[in-house]
């Protein structure tokens, strides 16, 4: 199977995903292009946060079109995110690649232990 067959089904899977359930870009992108195609931390890191905006917009006009959209809540939400964004950034090519992997795999496993335990 080709790189560019292999990308095309992570985006496929990553689209339905963040379609579903909002999330798919970092926790489905990020360990795929690491694990899968061998790209660096750093970069698989970066690029998927470039994968996600035009996968959110998508996502995001569907969701206004069905109604299911809370305006004060967005706007509250993308203020925090585009400050945190920008310091996140910025961290991203000065946290070693061993200290990366492990930040986001615990921020995976508590994600993954609060879906389990919420009813």
Known sequence: MTNRTKLIIIGFITGILNGMFGAGGGTIIVPF????LGIEDHKAHATAI???LPLTILSSIIYIKNGVFNLPITLNVTLGSVIGGLLGAFLLNKVPIKYLRKL???IMIIASIRIW???
């Open 117 to 119: 335990i919420i009813k």
């Open 33 to 36: 292009m690491v694990f899968l």
């Open 50 to 52: 470039s994968i996600i």
């Open 104 to 106: 986001f795999g615990i």
